[in-house]
């Protein structure tokens, strides 16, 4: 008797689901949520095994399967954005923002944006080539106190 058919024979359907709920557990003193699929899917295969007989392949097969589904499921909707200490909030150099003061190399103008960079809408900035008022323009980078901007470029 190869291993294979002796898993078929000795594994039965409340092996899935204790296993799945061991995995829980441990997922649970862990705190990664990331155990936390890979139990519901033992769990779900064991209901499966409850109803539909079938071999330990098939069912291992389903269990890989459902993992995965379930983690990717886990990341795309229920991942939480991680939020900032300070309170304020976390630019991305997509932010974009209207010149309110025409902006000229060397020398500062005031861009309000969209969103709040770093706690505030309005602020100086730089840039390295001439912006008119009313310009779109988005974010560099950051250097301190110091945003440097460029003009939204039309695909």
């Known amino acids: 008797m190869n291993l294979i058919e002796f898993l078929n024979e000795t594994v039965l359907w409340w092996h899935w689901i204790v296993f799945g709920i061991a995995l829980l557990i441990l997922?649970?003193?862990?705190?990664?949520?990331?155990?936390?699929?890979?139990?519901?899917?033992?769990?779900?295969?064991?209901i499966l095994d409850i109803f539909l007989d079938t071999s330990f392949t098939l069912e291992l097969t389903i269990w890989m399967i459902l993992s995965i589904l379930v983690i990717a499921v886990w990341f795309k909707w229920f991942r939480e954005e991680p939020v900032t200490e300070s309170g304020q909030s976390n630019y991305r150099l997509d932010t974009l923002g209207v010149v309110m003061e025409d902006i000229q190399p060397h020398s500062r103008g005031k861009v309000t944006f969209d969103t709040p960079v770093l706690?505030?809408?309005?602020?100086?900035?730089?840039?390295?080539?001439?912006?008119?008022k009313g310009t779109r323009v988005k974010i560099v980078q950051i250097?301190?106190?110091?945003?440097e901007v460029a003009?939204?470029?039309q695909n």
């Open 27 to 46: 997922d649970m003193s862990m705190g990664t949520f990331f155990i936390l699929g890979l139990g519901i899917a033992a769990i779900i295969v064991g």
């Open 119 to 132: 706690g505030n809408t309005s602020w100086h900035a730089i840039s390295k080539v001439d912006i008119a």
């Open 143 to 147: 250097s301190g106190q110091l945003i």
């Open 151 to 153: 003009p939204i470029t």
